[in-house]
């Protein structure tokens, strides 16, 4: 059985991790990375509250 041959495991494993480098930078130096977007600034607006000021003051006294 060749898999027991335990001569060839090293040639075999160090070109498959050769391949697979390669492999990889290439398929990386392909990829098109975009420019990073610019930050804007947003302005956060308040919302309306939908209960009336003076039922938070009398119920919700930590408010």
């Known amino acids: 059985m060749p898999q027991l041959d ?3 495991w090293l040639l ?6 050769l391949t697979l480098f390669v492999l990889f930078q ?3 130096s392909k990829h098109s990375y ?3 977007p610019k930050l804007a600034h ?5 919302q309306q509250a939908p209960w009336n000021t003076t039922w938070t003051k ?3 006294p930590l408010l």
């Open 6 to 8: 335990t001569s060839m």
């Open 12 to 17: 075999t494993i160090l070109s498959m991790l």
């Open 26 to 28: 290439l398929k990386i």
């Open 34 to 36: 975009s420019p990073n």
């Open 42 to 46: 947003t302005k956060t607006q308040k």
């Open 58 to 60: 009398i119920y919700l």
